[in-house]
């Protein structure tokens, strides 16, 4: 069986910076002018983000909901692809 992609990564600050996911599904849903929130489904486990732009700022916040697929940060020690 081929390993799927999982990952999620902060950066230097702790802030989701990096996500690469597989899976069979992918919602973007429009919550408010400045919030959306966004979901990877695999089979019946998925992960969840919020992604909001503060007001008068040109960036983005991303904060991970939910993570019933169970994405790793692989940047720990010992932490690899899982299957």
Not at 3 to 27: E, M, S, W, Y
Not at 61 to 73: K, L, Q, R, S, T
Request: with cysteine; aromatic share 6%; glycine share 10%.
């Amino acid at each position: 069986m081929a390993k799927k992609l999982q990952a999620i990564r902060p950066d230097d600050h702790g802030a989701v910076d990096d996500v690469a996911i597989d899976g069979n599904l992918f919602r973007l849903e429009r919550m408010g002018n400045s919030e959306w929130w966004c979901c990877i489904y695999r089979g019946k486990q998925r992960t969840a983000f919020s992604i909001h732009r503060p007001r008068g700022k040109k960036t983005v916040e991303v904060v991970v909901i939910e993570d019933g697929i169970g994405c790793i940060d692989d940047r720990k020690k010992g932490s690899k692809e899982r299957e």
